[in-house]
C-alpha cells in the first residue's frame, strides 16, 4: 500500500451535493418571489459560493442574496440531503481500501454531526476509523488544522497519510499539513484549479484513485526489463539494437547491456568463462561463474537502470544458464535455477525475446571470428541447448519465440509488433 491512513472531503470526493444545493437554492428563491434561472444557470450554482451564486445566477441584489441565503440555510437540512448522492463507484472503492487494511478517514470543513448524518444517510459511515469536521465553530478551524488533528489523535505520521480532495483548498490544506495530496477530476473543481496547486497525484475516477493508493511505489518497477536469447548467430545484437533505435525514438531511455560481462568484474569473470583455454572447465563452476557475473550485473547495472525508470535491453540472462548449463551441460534445470537463486535476487525479465534458429546455421554465421570455449562444443551440446530453450518456452508465456528464417527487417517488425501489444501502455 502506498499510504496507511486515506483522508477523503465529503463533497464532490465521496457525495455528489450539487442537485442538493439547487432544490434548495430554488426553494430559497420561491419562498422570495424570485424567478428561478434555467437549468444550465443552476448547474453552476455552488454551496462554498452562494452569494456569487444568488447574485450572478439568480440575478439578485447582494442584500436579497444575504436574505437568500438565510432561507436557503432552514431548507438546506431536509432538502439537501434528500438529492445527494454518493458518487458511483465509491462504496465499491471504500470496500476495497478498508479490505486491504488502509485506515480512512473523513476530512472535512462541514460541522461533523453534519458530516455524521450524510455519511450514515449513504450507510457509508462503516468504512471509516472517524468521521471528522469542524465541531467548535468559535475555534475557526482550517482545514490543514483538522488534517493536523486527526494525524496527532489517530497517531499517524504525515508520511503515512494523504489528503484526497476535488478542490484547490484540499489539496492547500494537505500541503499546509506536511502530508502528500491527490486531486480528484470528477467533483466540483474548474479547469486548471486542482493542476495549480500541484497536487502529488491527480486521478480521474473512484477506480484509478482505488490503483493509486494501493499501489506500493517501493514494489512497483519503473522501467521494463527485456531479455534477448538465442543460440550463437541468432542476430540477437542486430535486433537489440533495431529495438533500442525504435524506443529511443520514442523518447524512452534505453540501456544496452549483455551476460556475461556488464561490469569491470563480470567482464573479467567473462574472459575465463569464454577463454578456449580453460576448456576442461568443471560444468558446475561454469554455472556458478556465470551466476556471479549475473550478481554483479544485477545489482551493479540492470536494478538501478530499473529504477531510474530505464528499458533495459539485456543480451542474453538467466534463460541461457537454463539452456547451456541446465540442458547443454545436463546439470538439470533445478541446480541451475538453484545455483542462480541468490544472484538474480528475485528479477525476472518482463519479456524475453527468443530468436530462434537451428543451431548449426547460427554456428556457421559467425565463423567470421575465432569460436569461444561455447562455440567449440560439439553439435550434440548444441542441440540439447536448443532443447532447453524450445521446452522453457513452451512453458512461458513471458517468452516471445522469433523465426529467424525470415529476412532481418522483417524479423525486427516482428519484434517491434509484440513489443507493442504487450506493452503498449508505458509508450
Ligand atoms: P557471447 O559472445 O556473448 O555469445 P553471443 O554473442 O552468442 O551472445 O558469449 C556468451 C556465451 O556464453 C554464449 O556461448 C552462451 C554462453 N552462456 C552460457 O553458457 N550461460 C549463461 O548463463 C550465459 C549468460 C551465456
Known sequence: MRYKAALF????????????????GICAAKEKGIAIPDRAQLLRMRGPALIWSFTTLFGTTEEEALELIRIYRRYYPTVGPAHTTVFPGIEEMLRTLKNAGMRLFVCTAKYDVQAKMLCEAFHIDGYFEKIYGTGDPELHETKADIIRRILNERDISEKDAVMIG???????AGKAAGVDTIGVRYGYAAQGELEGQEPTFLTENPE???????????????????????????????????????????????????EPGGTEVAEKIREILLDPENKGMNATCEAYLYAAARAEHVQNVILPALEAGKIVLCDRFMLSSIAYQGYGRELGVETVRQINSAALAGLEPD??????????????????????RIELEGAPFHERVRRGYIDTAR????????????????????IIARFEKRFSDIL
Open 208 to 258: 484509478t484513485l482505488t490503483r493509486l493508493l494501493l499501489e506500493d511505489p517501493q514494489k512497483a518497477k519503473k522501467g521494463l526489463f527485456i531479455v534477448f536469447e538465442g543460440q550463437d548467430g541468432s542476430g540477437k545484437s542486430t535486433q537489440i539494437r533495431a529495438l533500442s533505435q525504435y524506443l529511443e525514438e520514442k523518447g524512452r531511455e534505453v540501456l544496452h547491456t549483455r
Open 166 to 172: 476535488d478542490k484547490d483548498v484540499d489539496m492547500a
Open 351 to 372: 519479456c524475453t525475446f527468443f530468436l530462434s534458429i537451428d543451431p548449426l546455421a547460427g554456428l556457421s554465421r559467425i565463423h567470421r571470428r575465432e569460436p569461444d
Open 395 to 414: 512453458e512461458d508465456p513471458k517468452i516471445e519465440t522469433v523465426d529467424t528464417t525470415r529476412p532481418k527487417l522483417e524479423v525486427t517488425a516482428d
Open 9 to 24: 472531503d465529503l463533497d464532490g470526493t465521496l457525495t455528489d451535493s450539487g442537485e442538493g444545493i439547487i432544490q434548495t
